[in-house]
């Protein structure tokens, strides 16, 4: 499986998009509480759910495979 096959699945997608909603949440409230733009944290938070989505996608797509193999 390639990465453009899991960009391109739904799944991930919403996934990503609920990533960068909560990083955005995130950053709005770390703003708030603090005074300061925190984008490291940001960014690592992004790359962490892109990371997992993949690999939930991945292991989707798998067992998909492997059940109509059956």
């Known amino acids: 499986m390639n990465l453009r096959t899991i ?8 996934l990503m998009v609920a990533g960068v909603v909560a990083a955005a949440a995130n950053f709005v409230l ?7 733009l925190d984008f490291f944290a940001v960014a690592v938070q ?9 690999a939930l996608v991945a292991y989707w ?3 998909a495979r492997r059940a109509d193999a059956e």
């Open 30 to 36: 770390t703003y708030v509480d603090t005074g300061r």
């Open 7 to 14: 960009a391109e699945d739904r799944a991930f997608r919403y």
């Open 46 to 54: 992004v790359v962490f759910v892109a990371v997992i989505g993949v």
């Open 61 to 63: 797509n798998y067992m």
